[in-house]
């Protein structure tokens, strides 16, 4: 989660793409990372979740998991760690900030009409921004290792 850049910033196409990956990411796309994370896996059994702040705050993100394995712009984490720190930061710009954490369908991540079923869910589709950012998020995430196998599975 990064803190709003300045107001209106997420409005201007241009200087949202313009952004370096991470921070595109991690604001204003990170449920177009979560998509193509869970594209490029799917039989990796992680599960996207919308991390929604309480009434009155600010700082949506969206990532994905499996059981405390976490993944967004950052890379791999596990979420009592990933949690501590996400509460800690957003406390300091926001006192008194907390959120429930959603699990989400994942063609909700790139569909107003399915992402409507989420009380307060708001985010762009792909065609909402200057350029596809598939295709950007699918390269971003080959800078990562695929993720490990679950606790049970084998690859054979």
């Known amino acids: 989660m990064y803190k709003l850049r300045t107001p209106g910033s997420k409005r201007d196409l241009l200087k949202q793409w313009r952004l370096p990956d991470r921070v595109f990411f991690a604001a204003g796309a990170c449920h177009i990372l979560a998509y193509a994370f869970i594209e490029l896996y799917p039989a990796s059994g992680f599960r996207a979740f919308w991390i929604r702040p309480a009434p009155e705050h600010t700082g949506n993100h969206i990532v994905v998991m499996r059981d405390a394995l976490l993944f967004d712009y950052h890379g791999y984490s596990q979420w009592d760690s990933f ?22 369908d994942t063609v909700a991540l790139i569909s107003h009409a399915h992402a409507r079923a989420y009380v307060g869910l708001c985010m762009k589709e792909p065609g909402d921004y200057l350029i596809d950012p598939l295709p950007r998020a699918r390269a971003y995430l080959q800078r990562f290792p695929a993720p490990p196998l679950a606790a049970g599975k084998s690859d054979c």
């Not at 720190?85 to 954490?101: C, L």
């Open 83 to 104: 949690w501590a720190h996400t509460k800690g930061r957003a406390n300091q710009w926001w006192p008194g900030w907390n959120a429930e954490v959603v699990p989400i």
